[in-house]
């Protein structure tokens, strides 16, 4: 079946180091992704977005990497901080009447001071 | 501006019992619609509106009903609960339209429902 997965449920990663999060979706009609950042107790909460027209898109410390040939997209967090420790959502949205949204399971960072 | 915001946080209920679950945004939103979190899953859509006075199922419908009155509030009711359905709840918004929807949706903090 057509899913938004992830190749690794956890990662650890040293104060200061960068986090690579990877995620692989089988849906080549999906043209929006979204990685989510969800915290303890708290509801998920948008990083940063790509649409398939493009490759790479930058934010303030991350940056998604999109590859459509192998259908892969992925989120690089530099000098990852111990406030980024939470679990990571992939997502996709699929133009299949209602634009829905389908999420991965999740990956969790733990980031070690 | 609150964003989503999603009542009670936490609850408890007997197998049987009903309850409705309330969702309200102010971002003045189209799109609504509810998920639940079980552990090693990705959320998973229950039902879903795209605006007031109309509502559609989603991946996991059964048991859950909703309504759309207003676009500011989506409750979701639990008809007679079932240890099955404990799990995290989230309710979420964003814009709707063929362009408005490629837009990040704004998620509450959940509610947290255990069914004993």
């Known amino acids: 079946g057509e899913s938004v997965g992830l190749h690794l449920p956890t990662l650890s990663v040293q104060e200061g180091d960068n986090s690579i999060i990877n995620c692989a979706y089988s849906n080549s009609a999906s043209d929006y992704f979204i990685w989510y950042k969800q915290e303890s107790g708290k509801g998920p909460q948008f990083i940063i977005d790509?649409?398939?027209?493009?490759d790479k898109r930058q934010g303030q410390r991350v940056t998604v990497l999109l590859n459509k040939t192998v259908k892969h997209l992925s989120l690089q967090i530099a000098a990852t901080q111990p406030g980024d420790s939470a679990v990571y959502f992939c997502?996709?949205?699929?133009?299949?009447?209602?634009?829905?949204?389908?999420f991965g399971a999740g990956t969790r960072l733990f980031v070690k001071a | 501006n609150a964003g989503v915001t999603q009542t009670p946080k936490f609850q408890v209920l007997k197998t049987g019992q009903s309850m409705t679950l309330q969702c309200a945004q102010d971002m003045n939103h189209e799109y609504m619609s509810w998920y639940r979190q079980d552990p090693g899953m990705g959320l998973r859509l229950i039902h879903y509106s795209v605006g007031a006075g109309i509502t559609d199922q989603g991946e996991v419908p059964n048991g859950y009903n909703v309504s759309r009155s207003t676009t500011e509030d989506f409750p979701l009711r639990l008809l007679s609960a079932a240890p099955s359905q404990t799990s995290v709840y989230f309710c979420?918004?964003?814009?709707?339209?063929?362009?408005?929807?490629?837009?990040?949706?704004?998620f509450g903090d959940g509610t947290r429902l255990s069914i004993l």
């Open positions: 979420a918004s964003r814009p709707f339209g063929q362009a408005a929807s490629r837009q990040p949706q704004h």
């Open positions: 997502a996709e949205l699929r133009n299949t009447g209602g634009f829905k949204t389908i």
């Open positions: 790509i649409r398939s027209n493009m």
